[in-house]
């Protein structure tokens, strides 16, 4: 699986070994033919399930993975070390771990699909994109093919220390009851603010507090740190706010939680350990300038009505 013509060689046929279309039930989405495969553990192919589907796991991990050969395996084998412990000290809790190689040029996809060799294509699977679709839109693809009653966003390069998903799910817990089964327990920095700003240059730490204040003013209320990459949703609130979504980019966690609040799903912000891993994919000034522009785009889009969100919009 080194690109997105991999699951192509597994041969044409539009139904995987599970008998589902594979367009059936999608939220709207283009999907390029490949897209919406994978390959099980025996290298053959098979349809993605749907997030509109009933939960057939308790929790869905989604991986976002752009030229990431070097950092995942360390992340996947911390991950997989804890599920698989807690899985046994638990034989009630079932998981998967969805890895969503972003278009990679090197060889993440081939590196996943090991994982998936090892432990199994119903615990880990991998989705490999055509193209690159950017983060936003890479985990989008991962949350509409999972099964779990949970889901939580990852990133590859393993910052966030994944035992604390536990916090994360006491937060979640806390906020009960849930209207309409939804809520979000985003994991958060902000406690590692005064120390990050101590190792910044002047310039970044401008940058940083010019990107939180624009959060503020334009789109994200009450949230110190949008960006953390470690989210629990429910399977309802991942439903609603990744269908209603359109920045795929560097951006996306804020418009993802401007349409939480729009849609007055409760959002728990929980500390979590996170330690800066060299390799990341952002330049600092361009990609704050990128993300202040989307954040500008947000607003203006919303405002002037081009994007619309339905307060009465149901989950099927």
Not at 52 to 76: A, F, G, H, I, W
Not at 88 to 117: H, L, M, N, R, W
Not at 224 to 240: H, I, P, V, Y
Request: charged share 30%.
């Amino acid at each position: 699986m080194e690109d997105g013509s991999a699951p192509a060689a597994a041969g044409g046929a539009r139904r995987g070994a599970g008998g589902r279309s594979p367009d059936s039930e999608m939220p709207h989405l283009h999907r390029q033919e490949d897209e919406k495969f994978f390959l099980n553990a025996r290298g053959q192919r098979e349809a993605l399930p749907s997030i509109r589907d009933s939960p057939t796991k308790q929790l869905s991990v989604v991986v976002p993975s752009y030229n990431e050969e070097k950092r995942l395996p360390v992340m996947m084998d911390e991950a997989l070390g804890y599920l698989e412990e807690r899985q046994k000290q638990d034989p009630a809790f079932t998981y998967e771990v969805i890895v969503v190689d972003d278009g990679s040029k090197d060889e993440t996809s081939k590196v996943a699909f090991k994982y998936c060799q090892k432990y199994g294509s119903d615990k880990v699977r991998v989705i490999t994109l055509v193209k690159n679709r950017g983060k936003g839109g890479a985990i989008r693809m991962g949350v509409f093919s999972s099964r779990g009653k949970k889901i939580l966003m990852a990133d590859a390069d393993g910052a966030t220390k994944f035992p604390d998903i536990e916090k994360l799910e006491k937060g979640l817990n806390d906020l009960q009851p849930w209207p309409d089964q939804m809520a979000i327990a985003c994991g958060s920095r902000a406690h590692l603010e005064k120390e990050s700003v101590a190792q910044r240059s002047y310039f970044r730490t401008l940058l940083m507090y010019g990107f939180h204040f624009l959060v503020w003013f334009l789109c994200v209320k009450g949230i110190r740190d949008t960006q953390c990459g470690f989210k629990l949703l429910t399977r309802e609130a991942a439903s609603r706010t990744f269908s209603s979504l359109h920045i795929e980019r560097w951006a996306f966690d804020v418009e993802l939680l401007y349409i939480a609040q729009f849609f007055k799903i409760p959002i728990a912000e929980i500390a979590v350990n996170w330690t800066e891993i060299e390799g990341s994919k952002l330049v600092p000034f361009w990609s704050w300038l990128q993300m202040g522009k989307d954040l500008l785009f947000i607003r203006l889009r919303y405002l002037t009505g081009a994007w619309r969100l339905e307060q009465t919009r149901k989950v099927n």
